[in-house]
Structure formats: C-alpha cells, structure tokens
C-alpha cells in the first residue's frame, strides 16, 4: 500500500487502478468502475506557489504540466490532451532546458497559481441561524458555545444573526441604542424583493428600476448592508447582549403538540439576504437546530404528536407525506445557494430527528460542514464548533467560492461526481452520457471546500477494442488534468493544477499488470460512495446482492483457483483485503439502515462522501489495538476473539471512540487499584488508551464521540456491534475471559468460504 500513500502525499489523488483497464470492455469486466478520490486543497509542504497567471492550451484550455512536449528552439509546446501546438508568450523566451519554469519541472505536478495582486478580496461572511423552540438548559448550551465561537473569529469578518421558532426574526446589529429586529412569517415563504422591501433597505437610496439588486455595487448602499451584516469587531458587544437576552420560542405549546419551528423559511430569508448583500462573496450560513421543523415549505412531519416522524420503512413504502415536498424546496434552495457562492452549515443537537435527511441536499451541493449530536451540551457540538474557527494546529483550512474543472485524454469521459459540489453543467465532449452523481458537464461549484474535502471521480474509458493487435498503440498513457480555482483561507483567489499521467493496459496478458496497480483501500471507498449514492437514487436498489455480485466477478476474474474446486481458491496480495471491506460495508451503517433514523443515516453518507481514502477506510473497517500488562500496544484483529478479561481495547470506528475495559480490568478499576503507589504500571495502562485515543479525537472534524465502558455492560454495544461474529450463541463455548455476540449474522469466515464457492464456478 505504500507506493500508493506516496502517490497521495505528491498530489492528493487515490484511484483503484493505477494500472488503467485500456478498453470498454475490460473496464466494464473489471467491476470497479476506473475513478480517482482528489482531495483539491490538500496542503503540500513542498508545493510551489507561483507568482503569475498559469498558461493554458488555446485549443482545450488546459494548463502547461510536466507532461507537455517542449521545442525549445522554436518556443512551442504540444498539449498532451489535445495535441495542439501553442507558441509561448514573450515572458517565457529565457526557457531552455536548463531553465525551466517551476510548472514543467516534473516532480511538481501539482502546483499552485497565485495571480490574485489585481482584485481585492471580500473578507468571510457567517450569518448565524439559531432555533429558539427548545428547552432552557439546551439554550443556554448553544448561547454560551456560540459566544465562545464568536471570540474566535477573524475581527474583519462579517456577522449576522437570524433567530427563528413560530416566526423569522432578523437582527439588525447596526441599530445601537435598542435592539431590533425585523419578523417574518414562518409559514409564509418570502421571496428576495419582498425581503428587500419589508426590511427598508430602500429607505435612503432609491430601488433601480430595472437590473439585478446585488451588493453594494448594484443598488445596495453600503450603511444598509451594515445594519445587518457587520465587522465582528464592532458588534461583538450587540450580538453578545442580544444572545443574553435570548429568550426560548414565547408562542405556547399545546401538551399533545410539537412546537411551531419554522426552519426553511428562516434558511430561506438567510439566504435571500446574503443574496441581496454579498453575492459570489465566501459566506456560510451556519444553522443550530435542535428539533423536527413543522411550519414552512421544508417542513418534515405535523405538529400533532400522534403522528410519528419519518422512518426508513416510511421512506421505502413512499407513505412520508411530507418528504418530497420539503427536499424539493430544499433543491430549490441549494440552486439558490450555489448561484450565489454560498455555503451552508448544519449543526444539529437533537434526541429527536431534525430533518438532515431533506437538508441533505442543500448541504452537499454547498459543500457545508454537518454536525449531528445529542444535545448542544455534548461534547461532540461543543468542540466541533470550536474547531470550525480555530487557527493553528488542525485548523480545518476553510475555503470558498470554488470551481473544479477536469481535462483528461480523448478516450476517457467523466460520469460524474460524488461528493461535496454542485454542477455547472457545462456539457463537451468530456462529459459521458452515463451519468453518476452530478455529471453531464466538465465543471462543478465547489462553494465551500476545506483541507480535508475530497470528490470521488468516476470516470469510463471509450476506447474499442483493438481488432488488429499488430498495430501497436501511438502512447500507453492516459492523461488527467484536475483544477481548482478557489479563493484561499487567506482570502487571496488561487488556481491549483494537478496532473495525473497512468499507463493503459489490455488484451490477454493484461491481468497480472492490472492486479499489481489495484489499490484496494480506494477501491473499498468508491464502493462504497457508489452503493450509498445507488441506495438514494435508484427505486427497489438491493444494496447487499449488488455488492456480492460485484465481489463474486472481481474474485471469480482476478482470483487463482481450479474451476470447481474451492480449496484451490486463492487471491494477490493486492486484492487479498477486499473482501474484507465489503464484508465489513455491506455491515456498516451506510448499507445496513436498520437501527438508524434517515437522519443519522444521512449524516453517515455525508461525511463518507466528503472525507479521504484513509479516513473513508476507518469509518468502513473500524481498527482496533490491544492494550494489555504483556505486550505494548497492538493491532488486534476486529473479531470478537479479541475481547478478554485483561485487556483494555481502543476501538476507532470515526464517528464513536470506544474504550472498553475486559472485567478483570474493570474489576481491579473499581476497587481503585490505580491509586495506590504499587499499582504505577496499571494506572498507566489505563492511561495509555485515553492519551491515543485523545490524539484522535484531537485531530477528527466533526469530533468523534468517546465511549468508554466495561465487558458486559450497556454500553459495550458499541464495541460489540462493529465486531466480526466468529462466536456467536449457537456455536461452540468462547475462550474463558471472552465473549459472545448474540447474532444470527453470518461470521467473516463462513463469508469467505460461500465466496469461494461461488467464485469458481
């Protein structure tokens, strides 16, 4: 796997073969589609920032790469994707093959542009909307954690604030003296004219007659953008004093109803206003829900109590009355959002479900961050919250305003994307009539984007078959080009260009190169994206037969066996994982949907389809370490063999952290042996898996939840469900000290042995 981790640490990209299927029909059989997992603005040490603006190719306008052929007699160079034959521009005639510009050195093949010195950028915008229907203790939770968050921002940074339960109230900050607001009605959705009409921003400036209102450069004045958005230096002092005084949702709840929390229209009047006010600016609306919204267009289910929110079964059976409804709006909105720059944030602290399943949409195309967790008290929104404007260590690098373009070889196309982006739908001949995630076009909206954002490619090879092998191809390597034109942290707009030459392979002969280029962590997660992305969209989609299918082909094409004999059954190096992960995805929360609400559901596939291969990797195939008085700590095999009496496991399942003590452990912890100066070495082996597992936590957006619990207690659940069930109550007696699982799942082992069976027939 290492040669792979190196390819990623030079230009962010993974791809399941690296080795590339050459034709339609060889990638067609070889299952896993040919894609690549791109982190745009993962951070490189050693990357050049060059000072001036990239050169691109007057034909298909891609940029100047090491790949390119250079004439240096004559100033030409002869772009790799379409062969055309540009002249250099005078500023390049000192090149030579002893002075070459940074941009055709071939280590740098991924580079960025800096040419920002022209225009002077907006500074950041964050409008916050915050759900007042809640209890008490919840408020105060949330009005303690957002001022701490407004401590921390950039002073220049614009803020508004919108509150919002039966009715929309719009803060306007500019207005000292008293504190004002503007009221909307939550039912009633309100469009930007009205907006601009009802919160008299035409007061001292008259409306244009004709002409789009945006900014202050078209009809806005400056003094009426700053009643409602404002440096945070200058209302730190009103947006505190106004969030003291923040009172729960006055309106009165009847006992056998929920309360009226009208949260699309609130989102709705957000973006209206950041429409009105700062467009194409980088500005994220940032949402803290704390229950099902019942009034408006996205509202998810009625106020009366009798009837139960949406579950997984309502879904399937099509019986959620109000789900279509809202997600429509929802789309409506995320077009909206996306034609502005705007991005939208989700943090979400509910025992109950809140509606992410509808937001989904609005949140994914933006590129926003999602936050789900139990209460505004938990530590999970707490420190996430934190980390969003923390600067420094593991700061999460937020960037804005984004547009992803990709340039490859003529025989390749672009299905799509799955991942945090929006399309432009800027149709060519890139685009493949196929279409996967949000495709039919060369060109996405990425409005917020961050170090760690990674899109999943999917892409798929044109190229016939060959019918006379004797004429050998003119050049084996097919060409990538990603860029990401983006406005940095800093606020300087940036072009970042990565590009990706792979050999292509095929005909007979072909098989073993193919194995030797797999890469089954990056095959396991684009599975995995495809099979979430198949479960949403596709109607009667049986998620588990597909994902056997497809591990029955890849085993039966690429494995070593004797036809119809199991036994003789074996696989590579590079594949031997494999069915690992699917056996372990086909478990995880993003196949298997019982015991989850839609919401959490929904949560789970967002942050899947927005994060690394590695970290995609944890989430699919939990790891586990083994903490215990005879060995230091070790990788420990996720099965439920791994639990004894005097072990202490550390499970990293991304979104939970599980500590579990074996009940010797826990025994000698309750009798408070770790406090006794004899006992140094066991209060260090308590204390070693806290120190790891506080290291990962430290470094996870949104921050995982700590579970820490006993051998046969409640909350070993946690532990025990992530679990491979190798002993399970009907077979034979666990090892004294173990465990058992009581399931009726089947064990990895008996999985393995069906595959075989299967595979070679």
């Not at 105060?140 to 401590?151: D, I, N, R, T, V």
């Not at 809140?354 to 949409?361: C, H, P, Q, R």
Request: net charge negative; with cysteine.
């Amino acid at each position: 796997m290492s040669e792979f981790l190196d390819l990623e640490s030079q230009d962010g990209v993974r791809m399941p073969w690296n080795v590339i299927p050459g034709t339609k029909q060889e990638s067609t059989n070889s299952v896993v589609p040919v894609s690549a997992i791109y982190s745009p603005i993962k951070p490189f040490p050693s990357m050049p920032v060059l000072p001036y603006a990239a050169l691109r190719c007057r034909t298909c306008r891609s940029v100047l790469n090491p790949f390119s052929t250079v004439d240096y007699a004559a100033k030409i160079w002869i772009c790799p994707f379409c062969f055309t034959r540009n002249h250099f521009p005078p500023h390049y005639a000192s090149i030579s093959d002893e002075n070459l510009p940074a941009e055709l050195f071939p280590q740098y093949t991924t580079i960025e542009y800096d040419s920002s010195l022209e225009k002077p950028t907006s500074p950041p915008v964050f409008i916050f909307v915050v759900d007042t229907c809640m209890i008490e203790e919840e408020l105060s939770f949330l009005k303690s954690a957002l001022s701490q968050a407004l401590g921390l921002l950039p002073d220049y940074s614009l803020v508004g604030l919108i509150t919002f339960g039966t009715f929309v109230h719009v803060h306007e900050l500019g207005f000292s003296g008293v504190p004002k607001t503007y009221i909307f009605k939550g039912s009633k959705d309100v469009n930007k004219e009205q907006l601009l009409e009802q919160m008299s921003f035409f007061l001292k400036k008259p409306k244009p007659a004709t002409g789009v209102i945006a900014g202050h450069r078209d009809g806005l004045s400056t003094e009426s953008i700053a009643r409602f958005l404002l440096p945070a230096s200058d209302c730190e002092f009103a947006l505190n004093s106004v969030l003291e005084e923040l009172q729960k949702d006055p309106w009165p709840v009847p006992a056998d109803q929920r309360a009226t929390r009208c949260t699309s229209t609130a989102l709705s009047v957000a973006a209206s206003l950041l429409g009105a006010c700062v467009p194409g600016s980088g500005a994220r609306i940032m949402a803290f829900i704390g229950g099902p919204s019942t009034e408006g267009m996205g509202a998810i289910v009625s106020k009366n109590l009798s009837e139960p929110i949406r579950s997984h079964k309502d879904l399937d059976k099509d019986s959620a009355t109000h789900f279509h409804k809202a997600v429509k709006f929802y789309e409506g909105l995320s077009r909206q959002l996306v034609n502005q720059g705007h991005v939208l944030d989700l943090f979400a602290s509910a025992l109950d479900q809140v509606g992410i399943a509808e937001l989904k949409i609005a949140v994914e195309r933006t590129g926003g961050l999602v936050v789900l967790a139990e209460s505004f008290g938990h530590s999970v929104f707490k420190d996430s919250l934190r980390r969003v404007f923390k600067s420094g260590d593991y700061e999460l690098g937020l960037s804005s305003n984004g547009i992803f373009e990709i340039n490859c070889s003529k025989d390749v196309k672009v299905q799509g994307i799955i991942g945090p982006c929006a399309s432009l739908e800027k149709k060519g001949p890139l685009c493949s009539d196929t279409v996967v995630g949000q495709g039919s076009t060369s060109a996405w909206k990425m409005c917020g984007l961050d170090k760690a954002t990674s899109l999943c490619l999917i892409f798929e090879i044109v190229k016939k078959e060959m019918p006379d092998a004797t004429v050998q191809p003119t050049s084996n390597q097919f060409y990538f080009q990603f860029l990401t034109y983006y406005q940095h942290s800093s606020g300087q707009m940036r072009l970042r260009v990565t590009t990706l030459s792979r050999r292509w392979v095929a005909g007979p002969g072909s098989l073993q190169e193919l194995i030797a280029g797999f890469d089954q962590e990056a095959a396991a997660v684009v599975m995995a994206r495809l099979v979430s992305f198949k479960m949403e969209t596709e109607a009667e989609f049986d998620p588990i037969r597909w994902l056997d299918k497809s591990l029955i082909h890849m085993c039966s094409r690429f494995g070593d066996y004797q036809k119809d004999s199991p036994s003789s059954f074996s696989l590579s190096p590079r594949f031997s994982i494999f069915p690992q992960f699917m056996f372990h995805l086909r478990r995880s929360q993003f196949v298997q949907v019982f015991n989850n609400s839609p919401d959490e559901t929904a949560y789970f596939r967002m942050i899947l389809n927005r994060e690394n291969v590695t970290n995609s990797v944890v989430m699919l195939q939990p790891s586990l370490i083994s903490y215990s008085f005879h060995s230091g700590p070790e990788p420990a095999l996720l099965d439920v063999a791994a639990i004894a009496a005097d072990r202490i496991l550390l499970l990293d399942a991304y979104f939970t952290v599980v500590i579990f003590h074996g009940s010797t452990i826990a025994q000698w912890r309750k009798a408070g042996y770790q406090d006794l100066p004899e006992h140094q070495a066991f209060a260090q082996l308590l204390q070693a898996p806290r120190d790891d597992g506080d290291q990962i936590i430290k470094e996870r957006f949104p921050v995982p939840r700590l579970v820490i619990c006993d051998q046969h207690g409640s909350q070993a659940r946690f532990l025990l469900a992530k679990l491979n069930p190798s002993a399970t109550y009907n077979n034979e007696a666990p090892l004294p000290g173990g465990d058992v699982i009581f399931t009726d799942d089947v064990s990895f082992e008996v999985f393995l042995d069906h595959l075989q069976r299967l595979a070679v027939q």
